[in-house]
């Protein structure tokens, strides 16, 4: 008989030019890893001013490669940051967006939280979707596949032109909390910081160029 054959495995979306925007360093290293596993391309950010400085220059105009989006394919937003958090930084960049015709850029909200409220803040905020914390290898595959369209992607929809996991009649599931990355101990809280985050980078001084707020 024929023996059966193997199944492919499964394969991995187009290279993708990320940006992490993560104050943990633990989380960061276990997010960029596993992305790079993935073939993609990542960029660190340890809070929102910090992302805003990678996706804009010093005169607020985007650090693009000449396309009609900014100069990353997707973007993974803790929303709880110092200095600057999540939430402002991705008001900011949909106003931008927004003002100099660009196309909007999937950004994926990390939150630590699940519940109704807190999904509806992210979605108020402009984030296109959003994974709870500890995040899998699979479910950050499955947001690569799922917004990454630009540049050769290979995914089935992009910032605002398909149904997010927040689209009621987009019949998607939100995102699942996954348990495979294991807690940090204390001392690992006492090695990264009190609350775990970056020693160094909490204290990062604002973009040197301004924010309009409202604008």
Same mark, same amino acid.
């Given at each position: 008989?024929?023996?059966? !054959?193997?199944? =492919? =495995?499964? =394969?991995h979306?187009?290279q993708?030019?990320?940006?992490?925007?993560?104050?943990?360093?633990?989380?960061?290293?276990?997010?960029?890893?596993?992305?790079?596993?993935?073939?993609h391309?990542?960029?660190?950010?340890?809070n929102?001013?910090?992302?805003?400085?990678?996706?804009?220059? $010093? $005169?607020?105009?985007?650090?693009g *490669?000449?396309?009609n989006?900014l100069?990353y394919?997707?973007?993974?937003?803790?929303?709880?940051?110092?200095v600057?958090d999540?939430?402002?930084?991705?008001?900011?960049?949909?106003?931008?967006?927004?003002?100099m015709?660009? +196309? =909007?850029?999937?950004?994926?909200?990390?939150?630590?939280?699940?519940?109704?409220? *807190?999904?509806? +803040?992210?979605?108020?905020?402009?984030?296109?979707d959003?994974?709870?914390?500890p995040?899998?290898?699979?479910s950050l595959h499955?947001?690569?596949?799922?917004y990454?369209?630009?540049?050769?992607?290979?995914? $089935?929809?992009?910032? $605002?032109?398909s149904?997010?996991?927040?689209?009621k009649?987009?019949?998607?599931?939100p995102?699942?909390?996954? !348990?495979?990355?294991?807690?940090?101990?204390?001392?690992?809280?006492v #090695?990264? @910081? @009190?609350? @775990?985050?970056?020693?160094?980078?909490?204290?990062?001084?604002?973009?040197?160029?301004t924010? #309009?707020?409202?604008?």
């Amino acid at each position: 008989p024929t023996p059966p !054959h193997p199944t =492919p =495995p499964h =394969p991995h979306p187009a290279q993708a030019r990320v940006l992490v925007a993560e104050d943990n360093e633990f989380n960061m290293e276990v997010v960029k890893t596993m992305l790079e596993n993935m073939g993609h391309e990542v960029t660190e950010a340890w809070n929102g001013s910090e992302a805003l400085e990678k996706l804009f220059d $010093s $005169s607020g105009k985007p650090q693009g *490669d000449g396309t009609n989006r900014l100069g990353y394919d997707i973007i993974f937003m803790d929303c709880n940051m110092p200095v600057m958090d999540g939430y402002e930084a991705v008001e900011f960049i949909r106003k931008s967006e927004d003002r100099m015709g660009l +196309k =909007p850029t999937p950004i994926i909200a990390l939150t630590a939280y699940a519940m109704p409220g *807190d999904r509806d +803040k992210c979605l108020a905020h402009g984030m296109t979707d959003y994974l709870t914390k500890p995040m899998s290898k699979q479910s950050l595959h499955k947001m690569i596949t799922r917004y990454h369209t630009s540049r050769g992607g290979s995914g $089935s929809g992009s910032g $605002s032109g398909s149904k997010s996991c927040f689209d009621k009649e987009g019949g998607c599931t939100p995102a699942i909390t996954h !348990h495979s990355m294991p807690a940090l101990s204390r001392s690992d809280k006492v #090695q990264l @910081g @009190g609350d @775990g985050s970056h020693p160094e980078k909490a204290n990062t001084p604002p973009p040197s160029f301004t924010f #309009q707020k409202g604008t």
